[in-house]
């Protein structure tokens, strides 16, 4: 019987044995639990703090959006009062070059001296391609507007260069005609031009003997479509310096022109110095203007 108490007696401490190990085992995946909660609770706090400096950053950008935005509304109001201003200015040249003769046809007995008129078209075109430089410089530097900018520009020198010539046209039709005779002297004197001062004259501006323009075409990284400019002196005696002056774009540039290499044909000759003349192609000049990421030269 003794032995029957003993087999007992091991029995139950063998499953005390079992259950002290199951309880320590419980205690090991209740702590266990407790670290993940408490990491859990950690990266919870930590993306709570991404989130509301996500959302300080949000409404920073927001304003700076908002900001920039009626910046950009104001400078396009000042670009559209500047393109009427010069609208109503082409206008009214356009009108006092028509009267211009009538007037002189009128009854006069004393001549006065003509007054001198003093072109204010690069006045104007500075202070639009101010105006659109600082449009220009709210969009990034691959921005798509750039494109629809750089048009808009051209559009508006093109503009106050054809009021320049009507002006100059005006001028030239104001003068008195000539007698008859002097006007068969003339033509025969025309006649008696060689070729190549006839193709000479041809290149002038209309109404004016003495001022030559030279079509400049030019490309950019920003747009496929080429820009082109008239800079008023002849080919050959454009310089570097005219050709910056002309395009009137900020920051560091290379420039890149089309020329004709004796020993490689037709390439690409890279101008550094402001006096170095622009070489021509077939009566124009042809360039590249190009971004300088560098610090410029």
Not at 221 to 244: C, H, Q
Not at 278 to 284: D, I, S, Y
Request: glycine share 6%.
């Amino acid at each position: 019987r003794s032995s029957d108490l003993q087999g007992v007696k091991d029995a139950l401490q063998q499953r005390m044995v079992q259950q002290e190990s199951s309880i320590l085992q419980l205690k090991q995946e209740l702590l266990r639990m407790s670290m993940a909660k408490d990491e859990l609770f950690s990266q919870n706090l930590d993306l709570q703090r991404k989130i509301e400096e996500r959302s300080r950053l949000l409404g920073e950008f927001k304003r700076e959006l908002g900001q920039k935005d009626r910046m950009l509304q104001q400078h396009q109001a000042k670009l559209e009062e500047a393109v009427r201003k010069l609208a109503e200015a082409s206008h009214i040249k356009v009108l006092a070059c028509s009267c211009r003769p009538a007037q002189d046809n009128g009854v006069s007995t004393t001549a006065a001296k003509p007054t001198p008129q003093v072109y204010r078209g690069t006045d104007d075109l500075q202070i639009v391609r101010d105006s659109l430089r600082s449009l220009r410089n709210n969009f990034s530097n691959h921005d798509p507007q750039h494109h629809t900018i750089d048009t808009l520009e051209q559009g508006i020198a093109s503009l106050l260069e054809r009021m320049h010539i009507a002006e100059i046209q005006g001028r030239g039709a104001s003068k008195p005609p000539v007698k008859p005779s002097m006007n068969r002297g003339f033509s025969t004197e025309r006649e008696s031009w060689s070729p190549n001062t006839k193709a000479h004259r041809s290149h002038t501006s209309p109404g004016s003997s003495s001022t030559a323009y030279t079509k400049v075409v030019y490309f950019t990284d920003r747009s496929l479509v080429p820009f082109m400019v008239n800079i008023p002196k002849r080919l050959g005696e454009v310089a570097l310096k005219d050709f910056k002056e002309a395009i009137d774009r900020e920051g560091n540039y290379r420039y890149h022109f089309k020329a004709l290499d004796p020993e490689f044909g037709t390439v690409k000759e890279e101008l550094f110095h402001d006096h170095d003349i622009v070489p021509g192609w077939e009566g124009k000049i042809v360039g590249w203007v190009e971004e300088d990421p560098g610090d410029g030269r």
